[in-house]
């Protein structure tokens, strides 16, 4: 026979009771199977209520643990969502916009103030200011406060000079990266220099790659290329590429034995002409070949030696100054003198005319020549007006001015043209801005701006604005000393650089903002 075994629960086991009536409890289930369908058996959760009253539990839990195991998954599913949500307006950054809970209409209408109480009355300029915003009376009032304090306080200057100052540089910065990315020859135009302050900034060294190691005599810039050459008593000869950053060293030669005096491109900037200190042997470099050749002897030059020398602007023609006040016109091609003129005392300088047909030389006794190359006659002579020692010579590349320096300091100007036509020409301006010997003068390739400097004392460097003949006050800084005692000057080919060699080794570079090409 048999036996219904009881519904046993998961855990503890229950003994079954003896006493209960297996058949009677049978029919009690049925009747009340029938009476839940009655009630609405289909809902879901009758029949789950059932099965947990009257057995089904495996298959109760079994459901439980899935329903559960849906739910913590949606609610994961939720959350991530959520986290993506909110890392996605994190990204986004965009703010809830927030209703004001209260609005004025009068919030948009500018208050203004009645002027015509005896309080604030002073603080008009006129009856026309009978009312005032109060953005403008707060105006007034710091004026006027400033006013009584004898100007704003310094403080407030020096964040206002220093927010102007950080707005120039950066502006000049642009200036600089849209100048430096161009390269080649420049053949460039801007607007008249102005006279006053000019726009300057110093610059890495242009030898800054191999500093000489002792006093350079040289700086020039290459005709054509943005290159800049320098020599010295280091007995080298450097050159470097110009970019006001970094300005690499293309090459450096070394001349045994021979510090350098004087060094110079030829005009079509091919080759290098070195002259040294002692004796009349000079070389020249030719950078196309990477040769070096030494000149020992020059036919028709009896010069004991040969320093100071100038290099004619059409390239046929070297002119060397020789001793006991004699000037002698080698030609390039042949290498031989083929005229020689004299004046009365030594040459301290000489220059030729922009187009070449002249040569204009001083004595150290402040008097000047003039003559012409083909014939060598002597055009003009005449006395440097209040020279007491004559020291250098410039000529503007325009054909419109010559500069002529002293031992006094004392750089007179005059007019090219004057001083063909008058036997005694007087000077548009004598600059007495140098205390000491003028010995370098230059003028940039626009004939705007003469440098005057002398190798007698530190920072003594001046820049001359043409054509009001006036210096500008700005350079140099006489904070600190930048320039110390300038040997050589010269500026690149369109004036973007100025360039000063002086007695530490070093090529200072600055940049000439107002120009806008090498």
Request: hydrophobic residues 35%.
């Amino acid at each position: 026979m048999a036996t219904l075994m009881p519904h046993v629960r998961k855990g503890k086991k229950r003994a079954p009771d003896p006493e209960v009536d297996l058949d009677e409890e049978a029919n009690k289930r049925e009747n009340n199977v029938k009476l839940l369908r009655v009630l609405g058996e289909q809902d879901a959760s009758v029949k789950l209520l059932e099965d947990l009253v009257f057995g089904a539990e495996d298959e109760l839990v079994e459901r439980l643990e899935h329903e559960a195991d849906d739910m913590r998954g949606s609610l994961l599913d939720e959350e991530d969502s959520s986290d993506d949500e909110t890392v996605n307006e994190s990204r986004l950054q965009v703010p809830a916009a927030k209703k004001a809970v209260w609005e004025d209409d009068d919030d948009e209408v500018e208050e203004e103030v009645d002027m015509a109480h005896r309080f604030r009355k002073d603080f008009t300029k006129g009856s026309a200011e009978s009312r005032m915003t109060k953005q403008k009376l707060q105006q007034r009032l710091k004026e006027q406060f400033q006013k009584s304090m004898g100007g704003a306080p310094s403080w407030a200057e020096k964040e206002v000079k220093k927010k102007k100052k950080k707005e120039k540089e950066e502006e000049d910065e642009d200036d600089e990266d849209n100048f430096m990315r161009k390269t080649g020859n420049f053949v460039g135009t801007s607007e008249s220099l102005p006279k006053g302050i000019i726009r300057i900034k110093k610059c890495l060294n242009a030898n800054n790659d191999r500093p000489a190691d002792d006093r350079l005599t040289t700086v020039q810039f290459h005709p054509s290329a943005q290159v800049v050459m320098t020599a010295g008593l280091d007995h080298s000869i450097s050159l470097f590429q110009v970019d006001g950053k970094t300005n690499p060293k293309i090459q450096s030669i070394h001349l045994e034995k021979f510090p350098v005096n004087k060094a110079c491109f030829s005009a079509n900037g091919e080759q290098v002409i070195a002259t040294g200190m002692r004796n009349k042997l000079f070389y020249i470099y030719d950078m196309m070949e990477g040769k070096i050749i030494p000149v020992p002897a020059v036919r028709g030059l009896t010069e004991q030696r040969v320093k100071e020398f100038e290099v004619s602007p059409e390239g046929d023609f070297i002119l060397f100054t020789g001793s006991s006040g004699y000037l002698h016109l080698m030609t390039m091609k042949t290498k031989e003198v083929i005229r020689s003129m004299k004046v009365s005392g030594n040459v301290c300088g000489t220059a030729f005319s922009a187009d070449g047909s002249k040569i204009f030389s001083k004595s150290e006794e402040g008097e000047l020549f003039i003559w012409d190359v083909r014939s060598s006659k002597c055009l003009s002579r005449f006395p440097d007006e209040g020279c007491v020692g004559g020291t250098s010579i410039a000529l503007s590349p325009d054909g419109q001015y010559l500069a002529c320096g002293s031992q006094s300091g004392v750089v007179n100007v005059y007019s090219q043209q004057a001083c063909l036509r008058e036997a005694e020409p007087k000077p548009l301006k004598a600059v007495m801005n140098l205390l000491t010997a003028a010995t370098a003068l230059r003028f940039n390739p626009s004939s705007e701006i003469l440098a005057i400097a002398s190798r007698a004392d530190d920072e003594a460097n001046r820049l001359v604005h043409l054509p009001s003949l006036t210096v500008f006050s700005n350079f140099p800084v006489f904070r600190r000393k930048t320039i110390y005692r300038s040997q050589c000057l010269d500026f690149s080919p369109n004036s973007g650089f100025y360039s000063v060699a002086n007695n530490k080794g070093a090529a200072l570079l600055f940049r000439l903002l107002h120009y806008k090409d090498f």
